[in-house]
């Protein structure tokens, strides 16, 4: 596991670690005072709305600032969830043969939570990070939010596209243990598209102010979940320009 703290001052850049293995881990990076505030918030949004209950019964429920989408009728495509001028909040199962059942996909969650999401990074800072990183240049796609709770049948490893895209998660709870269900990647796989090939998998628990950058065109997966056990993680996604 990488666990050097990244500095954007340090004239000591380390690009070749994420280029050449496809994926980083950097500590304390983020606040963890921001990131507590905006777990807090997210929890009591669940609980306020009752999330759980719709998503047991299998129906939707639409307020105005976000849709849930567990259905998949009336919303049911990637971009109606990317481009659509509410938070929707989509509920998986059925897209990738009954794996990930009822994680919570927040598609462009800072429209319910704009504040505490806006305050915890400065993207343009991110993208500077990545630049520094890569010597690509690259421009936010979109945002996401995931919450697994007791998210035992996972995807097994994939690819997100063949093209260069870089994801930057930033855990909102502890991801302690293997239980926990840690974000998982066969290193250099981004540049063989392999599994086998004598890769190296590696699993990262995380903490609290830690983050993982990614290649998702190589294989990873998030890691199943024990029962009662909960993950939480907020996502950027990042094209090249």
């Avoid at 704009?114 to 945002?143: A, C, P, Q, V």
Wanted: hydrophobic share 35%.
């Amino acid at each position: 596991m990488f666990n050097k703290v990244y500095n954007l001052d340090n004239q000591e850049l380390d690009n070749l670690i994420l280029n050449n293995t496809g994926c980083k881990f950097i500590k304390s990076f983020v606040n963890k005072d921001k990131i507590i505030k905006l777990q807090k918030k997210i929890l009591q949004f669940i609980h306020d709305n009752n999330l759980y209950y719709y998503v047991k019964n299998n129906k939707d429920l639409q307020r105005h600032n976000f849709y849930l989408n567990c259905e998949q009728k009336v919303i049911n495509n990637y971009h109606s969830m990317k481009y659509n001028k509410k938070c929707i909040i989509n509920v998986r199962g059925n897209e990738h043969g009954n794996s990930d059942t009822n994680l919570l996909d927040f598609f462009n969650p800072h429209i319910i939570f704009k504040d505490l999401i806006g305050s915890l990074i400065n993207k343009l800072f991110l993208i500077k990070l990545l630049k520094n990183l890569t010597g690509k240049n690259w421009k936010l796609d979109r945002i996401n939010l995931y919450i697994n709770i007791s998210v035992i049948n996972t995807r097994n490893y994939h690819i997100d596209t063949k093209y260069d895209y870089i994801k930057i998660f930033i855990p909102l709870t502890n991801i302690k243990d293997i239980d926990d269900g840690p974000f998982s990647y066969i290193l250099n796989s981004h540049l063989n598209k392999s599994l086998t090939n004598n890769n190296y998998i590696n699993f990262y628990p995380i903490n609290i102010g830690d983050i993982v950058i990614a290649y998702q065109n190589g294989f990873h997966r998030g890691l199943p979940q024990k029962k009662d056990r909960i993950r939480i993680v907020l996502v950027y996604g990042f094209k090249l320009l």
